[in-house]
Each structure stands twice: as structure tokens, then as C-alpha cells.
T-cell receptor, first 109, second 117 residues
Framework: GQNIDQPTEMTATEGAIVQINCTYQ??????LFWYQQHAGEAPTFLSY??LDGLEEKGRFSSFLSRSKGYSYLLLKELQMKDSASYLC??????????WGAGTKLIIKP | GAVVSQHPSWVICKSGTSVKIECRSL??????MFWYRQFPKQSLMLMAT?????????EQGVEKDKFLINHASLTLSTLTVTSAHPEDSSFYIC?????????????FGNGTRLTVT
């Protein structure tokens, strides 16, 4: 079956670094997406990885290892506004997105 | 950038009535639209996938006669919740994708908060 796993909740301190992990099992693979979702709002796109390696975009970076079925989202210099849920989604062979349950990130001052 | 407009943002209706939610792609042709439902503190749950001009494909457990989806044009899809009940209260979100953009990010509407009293 197809499955995405990510931690339910994480807590970090303002100014620090946090890594949110995601493991996936899909029928075929066409890339891994990360979305940010604030409470009561729709998700917004953060990153897309289809090749192994690290993609850096400002304070946010995303890593992919296809052989391990593993990705992480790295957030640096955390700000209070980064408090949100972070959703991992893998695209299968039909480009259907398989969504993780989301990781709620709590930032403390 | 691509914009998806969803309307209304929130709606309160009485049990037994029907509610229609609209999803429009404003600056691109959305050949495929997706309808999601999200209960509090839970992740997105795909309800159905609709392709312009054809019948929607519903996910297992989603009643197609209760959640009517129409994708009559390349810029508009509608979701009608028929005979709504309190358990249908949820956050409904649409997203859209253009032809040939299968690996591009989904463009999401802002969501509709439905409360059934």
C-alpha cells in the first residue's frame, strides 16, 4: 500500500533550527512536495524534490533520498510565524499526491 | 502566479439543506481539479478528482450522490453538499492543475469553512 509517515508534532525555539522528517512508500514515484498550512488556511507550496539531494530556498531547505524513501524539511532561524503544520506529499506513478498527516510545529520564544 | 479562487470562504447552513462551493482558476486552464476535506487537527483527505467535461472520480468512502461535483468548464468546478448534516461540517479545499503540469505544485483555493447546524 501507499503510505506517508511524519511526526505529529514538534516544538522548537525561536531562532533555532528544526528538521521535519518524512518517509514514504508509493507505487512509483514522481517527486516529493512540502507544504505549509497555517490554522484555518489552505496549504501553500514550499518545495519540490524529485532528484536526490538538498534544495535550498532561503531559510527553508528540503532533502530527498529516493533509495531510502526519505525526505526532510529543514527550517533555519525560526520565527514565530513559522508555527504551522507542515505537510509532506509524494506523487505516485499516476501523479496522484499521497498526503502525510502533517507535522504541527510549535515555536516557543 | 497561478491563482485559484474559492467561494464562499465560510457558510453556515441548516441541516437538510444543500450548499454549493465554487472553485475557479483565474489565470490558467484547470484541466484537473481536486476537492479535499479537512477535519480539525487532521490532514487533507482527497474526496474526488474531476477532469473537465467528464464525471468526477470519487475516493473510497465518499458518497457521490451526496457530494455532487461539476467541472463543466476549464476554469470552474463546483462541489454541492446535498442534504447537509452536522457531521459534514468541515473545511473544504479545492486545488487545480493545468494540463501537462503534473509535477508542478497544486494551486489551492483558500478553502470554505462549512458549519451545519
Amino acid at each position: 500500500g501507499q503510505n506517508i509517515d511524519q511526526p505529529t508534532e514538534m516544538t522548537a525555539t525561536e531562532g533555532a533550527i528544526v528538521q521535519i522528517n518524512c518517509t514514504y512508500q508509493t507505487s512509483g514515484f514522481n517527486g516529493l512536495f512540502w507544504y505549509q498550512q497555517h490554522a484555518g488556511e489552505a496549504p501553500t507550496f514550499l518545495s519540490y524534490n524529485v532528484l536526490d539531494g538538498l534544495e535550498e530556498k532561503g531559510r527553508f531547505s528540503s532533502f530527498l533520498s529516493r533509495s531510502k524513501g526519505y525526505s526532510y524539511l529543514l527550517l533555519k532561524e525560526l520565527q514565530m510565524k513559522d508555527s504551522a503544520s507542515y505537510l509532506c506529499a509524494a506523487a505516485d506513478s499516476n501523479y496522484q499526491l499521497i498526503w502525510g498527516a502533517g507535522t504541527k510545529l510549535i515555536i516557543k520564544p | 502566479g497561478a491563482v485559484v479562487s474559492q467561494h464562499p470562504s465560510w457558510v453556515i447552513c441548516k441541516s437538510g439543506t444543500s450548499v454549493k462551493i465554487e472553485c475557479r482558476s483565474l489565470d490558467f486552464q484547470a484541466t484537473t481539479m481536486f476537492w479535499y476535506r479537512q477535519f480539525p487537527k487532521q490532514s487533507l483527505m482527497l474526496m474526488a478528482t474531476s477532469n473537465e467535461g467528464s464525471k468526477a472520480t470519487y475516493e473510497q468512502g465518499v458518497e457521490k450522490d451526496k457530494f455532487l461535483i461539476n467541472h463543466a468548464s476549464l476554469t470552474l468546478s463546483t462541489l454541492t453538499v446535498t442534504s447537509a448534516h452536522p457531521e459534514d461540517s468541515s473545511f473544504y479545499i479545492c486545488s487545480a492543475r493545468a494540463l501537462g503540469q503534473e509535477v508542478s505544485p497544486l494551486h489551492f483555493g483558500n478553502g470554505t469553512r462549512l458549519t451545519v447546524t
